[in-house]
C-alpha cells in the first residue's frame, strides 16, 4: 500500500458495501468525508489514551487501607 504526500485516501470496498454505505450516510445527512473524518478522529483518540489497568486486585488496595 503506497502513501503519498496528498490528502486523499484510496480504499477499495465491495460495491454492495459502498451502496449501502452511502444511503446510510445519506439517511443520516452525512457525507462519506463528514463521517470518516469524525471517525478517525474517534480512533486515532482512543488509541493515545492511557490504558486502564483493571487487572490490580481490589482487595489489595483495601488491605492496605485497613493495616495502616
Do not use: C, H
Not at 2 to 12: A, C, D, F, L, T
Amino acid at each position: 500500500m503506497s502513501i503519498g504526500n496528498s490528502g486523499r485516501i484510496v480504499i477499495e470496498i465491495e460495491p454492495e458495501v459502498k451502496r449501502l454505505l452511502y444511503s446510510t450516510l445519506a439517511r443520516d445527512g452525512m457525507t462519506l468525508k463528514d463521517w470518516f473524518i469524525r471517525e478517525a478522529t474517534n480512533y486515532m483518540k482512543a488509541s493515545i489514551q492511557m490504558p486502564l489497568d483493571l487487572t490490580t486486585d481490589i482487595r489489595s488496595s483495601d488491605q492496605a487501607k485497613n493495616t495502616q
